[in-house]
């Protein structure tokens, strides 16, 4: 067949393993084994020396320590291409560092020959790798390794990519890694296909033995494990105990590996030039990549609609069908990414005679974080040249089955032919999806579930379910349910009745409406004699809330909150109480917000129902709160301010919304406040730049009441506090009820019509007739507060 020189064509592939008990073993960093590979993908094409000096484009995938938050265990490249570059000796023009998600490799290949068929590069090195085995290796020993790299240059950073794999929501239900959201994925599958739990693990267990074969046959594969059995995956036991139901260990992706792979890239024209033989040649005949929409908005969790179109799409433009396919690849990171695509899309048994894996398959031969796939594709380009004129299929995964790219190839020359997905990425947008209750409350039915462990000890049960209405929700067991975890864990919870409620900590459910209701006491509200994070004390009508953190600086944590909830609906519910004061502890801080050291241990993230102080999101406040800043109020101790009536800060006082100073915003309703309490456009500017201002700016903005000497913010507070208690507390409360009631009302004359169910709540008060008599009689009046 007849092609032009411009179509991109694969000349070279690499792979790389370094062993932890082998002979040679070195420990070597992830750019290293990322170099080994390169190497071996540009002798696999002719020569390093050769080829090198003609790199002129890079790509590489990111490591797992450069896709989210965790610490480098002995440090990192600054720049992996640039760092990668540098091992080898190559001087690219363009360089770009992929974004998270295991599709990376096939959209890197996409991407890398529309560039090349564009004549926007010559030579493209495509490249990735792991050390994460070493890592934990080392430091288990006690040895140690300097990993770091500084080399630079300009690069196209895209970032971790996590939009839509992550939230808020999600994390705060437990589903905070992989195998926890695909085993709520796993359950929904065997919904569907209406299997047994015991029917379903040899199911797994039959799916994933062919590739345990091949990867005991794969020189690369991470470890040289033996084939293993059906009931040697399935079977729980030592060695392969449950992780989340219904995984073993044996049926996960097995991240702990050092492996590398790498694919070089060309146009047929400087191939030739190149004198790289047509024997090495592999040519990609169709590709495609679609995205799926996060987890609780898709229509059905049992299936994912954008890798079968994806691998459709592919398929189509190589102008071939799934029959005639010689070999394939599917990303095996859990087995419902298998079923999705190869079983219950295309049709084919796990023990197809073509194989579902060319590598042997993330748990077996290895799944090298989002670098897996470029072994696939180094692998099928070895098979495709030993079976010359077959076609290959490769299928990568990214996320939580959040994205899936699609490849086709073959050593038959083709034609470039550019994709585009646009149109089938409409059809996935489009899908109808349930609607989502955020905060569930009553009966529902399961809709699928897993049971994470601890060891051998059931930890948290997390169901996805559905309301009488249809709406779904996430869920998880009570801390200390038992009951309910056995249950889950020894029956088939799949469509189950349960009973749900919003809690500060997430949704919570139980099997019943009384053991709902009974994990869910009442708080008695009430001062206690003690508190640990806070100072509490009476002084006549007034209540004095001293934040008692100052090591801190007076930061917030999930317990300090809570004891500050606590201590408001105490306020809010004693009569004999009219006002309160908030201050800091010390002269240093007010409060400088939330506890990002806190944040950042890993520990469990709240935040009561009321909000940040138990202040910042309470509703129901009746009584007025002045709040007496002293030092610092930043970030959310900012946002305690602007939810109090009354504001009197220190002269030295500092203030700011700094959240987006450490990568946050302020959510606890600075956002939303400041911009009302003061200028618009003075509002954003302080919001968007995280800048401090200090007592005399905020009282110019109009966010102060007044200005105390220095030291004397809560003295100050104390004799206005003591100013508005002589007032009639009925008439303060409602005279607050009535102006919360206006703000949401743009007619002032509306506004006005509205006050008649305070005024007729004041007329029947008995401090309205105290009031009047006190005045008549010349006396001071005795209130009663009703």
Known sequence: ?????????????????????????????????????????????????????????????RTFEDSTPVRATFGKAKNFPWALANAIGARPARALWAKAGGDSPQRLVNEAMERLA????????????????????????????????????????????????????????????AASSYALFENARRARVKSSSEQYAMEMGRLFAPFTRVASENPYSSTENAPRTVEELATPGAGNRIIASPYCQRLMARDQVNQGAAVLLTTVARARELGIPETKWVFLHGYSRLTERAMMERSDLSESPAARLASDAALSAAGITVEDVRFFDFYSCFPIAVFNVAVDHFGLAADDPRGLTVTGGLPYFGGPGNNYSMHAIASMTERLRMHPGTY??????????????????????????????????????????????????????????????????????????????????????????????????ASDFLGKEIFVSPTPRGNRFALTAAELASQLPKRKIGFRQEYEHCIV??????????????????????????????????????????????????????????????????????????????????????????????????????EIALACDIVIADETAQFALSETRVGLFAGAGG?????????????????????????????????????????????????????????SPTSVRLSLKVMREAEKIPSPIDALKSNAVAIDELLCSEDMMEGISAFAEKRKPAWKNR
């Open 392 to 489: 290959g299929f490769v299928g990568a995964n990214g996320g939580l089955l959040s994205k899936y790219a699609a490849g086709v190839y073959s050593t038959l020359p083709k034609a470039w032919q550019s994709c585009d997905d646009t149109q089938n990425q409409a059809l996935i947008d489009a899908l109808t999806a349930p609607g989502f209750a955020s905060q569930p409350s009553g009966r529902a039915r399961v809709e699928t579930y897993t049971v994470t462990y601890s060891g051998e000890a059931a930890k948290l049960g997390i169901v996805v379910a559905r309301l009488d209405d249809g709406t779904r929700f996430l869920a998880n067991t009570f801390d200390g349910d038992a009951r309910t975890l056995e249950t889950m864990a």
């Open 118 to 177: 564009k004549g926007e590069s010559k030579l493209v090195l495509l490249a990735g790798a792991e050390a994460i085995s070493s890592a934990r290796h080392l430091s288990k020993h006690g040895e140690s390794r300097d990993w770091r790299d500084d080399s630079d240059g300009p690069v196209t950073d895209e970032g971790w990519g996590l939009k839509g794999m992550v939230s808020q929501y999600t994390r705060t239900h437990g589903l905070l890694n």
């Open 671 to 727: 956002l939303v406040r400041l911009p009302r309490q003061i200028p618009q456009k003075i509002a954003t500017e302080l919001i968007l730049s995280g800048r401090k201002f200090n007592a005399q700016q905020a009282m110019a903005y109009g966010l102060l009441s007044s200005i105390a000497p220095a030291g004397t913010a809560l003295e100050t507070a104390r004799v206005l506090a003591a100013e508005i208690a002589d007032a």
């Open 537 to 638: 004390e009476r002084r006549d009508h007034v209540l004095e809330v001293t934040i008692n953190r100052p090591d801190a600086r007076n930061c917030l944590h999930p317990m300090a909150n809570e004891e500050l909830d606590s201590v408001f609906d105490a306020f809010e519910a004693d009569s004999s109480l009219w006002i309160a004061i908030i201050t800091g502890a010390g002269q240093a801080a007010f409060s400088a917000g939330n506890d990002l050291k806190y944040s950042a241990s890993g520990k469990p993230m709240w935040v009561p129902a009321n909000g940040f102080a138990g202040l910042t999101a309470r509703a129901s406040r009746t009584k007025p709160v002045i709040a007496a800043v002293n030092g610092f109020a930043m970030g959310g101790g900012l």
């Open 1 to 61: 067949m007849a092609i032009t020189e411009d179509t991109p064509v694969i000349v070279g592939v690499g792979q790389f393993v370094e062993r932890i008990n082998a002979a040679d073993y070195r420990g070597l960093s992830a750019v290293s084994i990322a170099a080994q590979a390169a190497l071996a993908a540009l002798r696999d094409a002719k020569s390093v020396e050769t080829l090198v000096d003609e790199i002129d484009d890079i790509a590489t995938t």
